[in-house]
């Protein structure tokens, strides 16, 4: 087993350079992060996965479950020292600053999302190796259509975290066709999800409620109830990610972005499903700065071009997601000490 001492990672007779290829997710204590680690484990085991974030140990939940390494993604050479001390063939690129707190803080949203995946991509082209990153609907703006938002359209952004998003696709583009990286991506929608609590996302509003429901039975939503988004559960989420890793190079057409899409609904039908299971659940909804960047955002996404491309096919809907979402929080909440209150269903 593995453990991060003092930044460095240690390991019990193993873990010479070259010894065995290996995988590293950066941003693995984010909300995909989190539940990519642990599919990835299942899938290679659990010590060809590393994950990385910038908190110097991995969370109490997950500590002794593999290795882990302290990784800010924009100091290369500790990245290359990674990448080289473990073997390792496949990056999955998750860390990055998300679209509100990106608002925020912008500067650093620039630095960590663009000069970060620069960072994974340069080093994947002098290695050889095969890198995943996640795009987003960020990437749209108001001059997109709303509705059925094409794979091919104008790409509007109007948040810094978006501007990163088409910059790096732009990016991620160029490495491939210029420079023969086989890096893959998809436009992620709303992820929701009960590993990882929301985590400075627009549409983590989505993921919030269902804390409201069940902590307090109250949830104040900062979009309007009738803010429509894409929405994905994050079982679909997970499988989108392995399936445009695992498809042949030459089934991939789409090198900047794909757009990727499970299910579309509004605030209100979100808390409306909630409380047919919930009974009393009250919503009141008080918008902030980002019911404008909702605005901006697709209502509904044409994702056909990864649907014939590598067979992408989700199989949560709005229903079944809040049915597994009210069955698994519950007994999350209780792992981590919070207090959860009665399920009435």
Same mark, same amino acid.
């Given at each position: 087993m593995m453990r991060s001492i003092g930044g460095s990672l240690v $390991?019990?007779? $193993?873990g010479q350079q070259g010894e065995m290829t290996s995988v590293l997710v950066t941003g693995a204590n984010g909300q995909i992060g989190t539940d990519l680690v642990a599919a990835l484990r299942a899938r290679h085991g659990a010590e060809r996965v590393i994950a990385s974030d910038l908190a110097p140990e991995p969370p109490a939940d997950v500590a002794d479950r593999g290795p882990y390494a302290r990784l800010d993604v924009t100091d290369e050479a500790r990245? $290359?020292?990674?990448?080289?001390?473990? %073997?390792v063939d496949t990056v999955y690129h998750l860390a990055s600053l998300l679209s509100a707190t990106g608002e925020q803080r912008p500067e650093l949203c620039w630095e960590v999302n663009l000069l970060g995946l620069r960072n994974v991509l340069e080093a994947a082209r002098q290695r050889g190796l095969r890198v995943f990153w996640p795009s987003s609907i960020a990437v749209f703006g108001p001059a997109t259509p709303r509705a059925e938002t094409p794979q091919t359209t104008l790409l509007d952004p109007r948040t810094m975290y978006g501007v990163t998003k088409v910059s790096g696709e732009l990016l991620c583009r160029y490495y491939a066709e210029r420079l023969d990286v086989d890096v893959r991506s998809v436009r992620f929608p709303g992820i929701v999800s009960y590993t990882a609590p929301p985590g400075g996302g627009t549409t983590d509003y989505a993921v919030a409620i269902f804390y409201g429901?069940?902590?307090? %039975? $109250?949830?104040?939503c900062f979009v309007r109830p009738e803010t429509r988004l894409p929405m994905m559960y994050m079982p679909d989420a997970l499988r989108a990610v392995l399936g445009v890793m695992d498809a042949p190079a030459g089934a991939i057409t789409i090198r900047t972005s794909y757009n990727l899409t499970a299910?579309?609904?509004s605030a209100e039908e979100l808390a409306a499903e909630i409380r047919r299971r919930v009974p009393g659940f009250e919503v009141v909804y008080e918008p902030d700065y980002r019911q404008q960047i909702a605005e901006s955002w697709p209502a509904t996404i044409d994702d056909t071009r990864a649907r014939e491309d590598w067979g992408w096919s989700p199989r949560f809907d709005l229903a079944a997601m809040v049915e597994d979402m009210l069955v698994h929080l519950p007994r999350q909440l209780a792992a981590r000490g919070e207090r959860a209150g009665p399920l009435h269903r």
């Open positions: $390991r019990a007779g $193993r990245l $290359r020292e990674i990448l080289d001390r473990h %073997g429901a069940l902590q307090e %039975g $109250r949830y104040v299910m579309s609904f």
